[in-house]
């Protein structure tokens, strides 16, 4: 609100050049600096803290997990039970790349091997087209870099009682 009112301040004020003081204050804005510091604040941060904080979310959202597996490669995948018993798999890629057709093919390979209903795939970075495509109709939620933020304001308080 007060962010409004400083718009147009500028816009009466300056005229023409209320346009330039509205267009910084946008680039500028609190909500945009806060996107912005959510994302940069996932990349910045060690692998292990990430996959920390991802199994501690699961934990806060009501999973248990039953089995971890880490690979050569750094990701991390796990066996989840949801609070009605449901098998879920999870991967968690730590890496700041794209997340590719072949990684979302690595996850339905898991779910398959772990006889999971459904599966999650976590990512400090974004999904390629192609893995979009081949997730679409699949029991699979992806969480990537942006829905990252809204997990931390679900599940970064306290544990569920």
Known sequence: MAGDTWRLIGVAAFGGAGLVTVLLLW???HDRRARLARRLYWITKSTAAF???VVAALGQAGYSI???VTT???EVILRLADERNRVWA?????GLFPVTSDQ???LLRAMAGSQADRALLFTRSIFTPAALQRAKGQ???LVDRDALSTWVNLYSGQRKA
């Open 139 to 141: 029991p699979l939620t």
């Open 51 to 53: 996959v920390g904080w």
């Open 72 to 74: 050569r490669k750094g």
């Open 66 to 68: 039953s089995e971890r």
């Open 90 to 94: 999870a991967i968690v890629y730590p």
């Open 104 to 106: 979302v093919g690595v």
């Open 27 to 29: 680039l500028f804005s």
